[in-house]
């Protein structure tokens, strides 16, 4: 079947643009994560849903990050006013239920702030 | 807090030797670990995820055992080959099940 999908697989924008981008789980899981790795680094968390809800936010970096999950599928990361260092690959995972289960990436979006 | 490292950083072998990577983590109380696969420019695909009750997974030329008292998790590699050149990440879920800590990978290179 179809795997985690996001978009834009590219985003370059101008610092203090707002970005949005976009994940498409696997049907049927409930669990959707964002994750960000900046270059040479490692993979930062960012926020997990569960359903629609999140109850872990503790990864997001500041104010200018917010997500939403809607319908338990899709989610979109909002990032406000771009600073150069928001530049990295930001990634996408969903599970069938909590982080104790095989999670499956997504290939990905780049984004790079100029 | 769980932490979770991986060595070698880094590792270049000629095709064809078998290998091991390491990775070990500080909280032993873990449901499984997961082993990924990334190449460059690419997201992570998994590779095998051993349920804490479990000594060890192979998947074809891959095995992964799991030691938790000791806080090791190995991944061995039987017969290299130039396409396993990626940098592999193990992880591991946090206490609150809300996400997975990654190891900071191995890079791996084979040379043909």
């Known amino acids: 079947g179809a795997g985690v999908s996001q978009s834009p697989s590219n985003k370059v924008t101008e610092k203090g643009k707002d970005v949005e981008l976009r994940c498409d789980p696997i049907?049927?899981?409930?669990?959707l994560y964002w994750y960000r790795q900046s270059l040479g680094q490692g993979l930062e968390f960012l926020i997990y849903?569960?359903?629609?809800?999140?109850?872990?936010k503790s990864g997001l970096p500041s104010d200018r990050f917010s997500a939403e999950r809607t319908g338990g599928s899709v989610s979109t990361l909002t990032i406000q006013r771009t600073q150069q260092e928001d530049s990295a690959v930001y990634l996408c995972a969903s599970s069938l239920g909590t982080a104790e289960e095989t999670q499956y990436f997504g290939p990905g979006t780049r984004l790079l702030v100029l | 807090k769980q932490e979770v490292t991986q060595i070698p950083a880094a590792l270049s072998v000629p095709e064809g030797e078998n290998l091991v990577l390491n990775c070990s983590f500080t909280d032993s109380a873990i449901y499984n670990l997961q082993w990924f696969r990334q190449d460059p420019g690419k997201g992570l695909t998994s590779l095998l995820l051993?349920?804490?009750?479990?000594r060890e997974q192979t998947s074809g030329r891959l095995n992964a055992s799991l030691d938790k008292s000791s806080g090791r998790s190995t991944l061995y590699i039987a017969a290299s080959q130039p396409g396993d050149s990626a940098t592999y990440l193990c992880?591991?879920?946090?206490?609150?099940?809300?996400?997975?800590?990654f190891g900071s990978g191995t890079r791996l290179s084979i040379r043909p």
């Open positions: 051993i349920q804490s009750s479990q």
């Open positions: 849903f569960q359903g629609n809800s999140a109850p872990d």
């Open positions: 049907s049927g899981h409930t669990a």
């Open positions: 992880a591991v879920p946090d206490s609150s099940a809300s996400k997975i800590i």
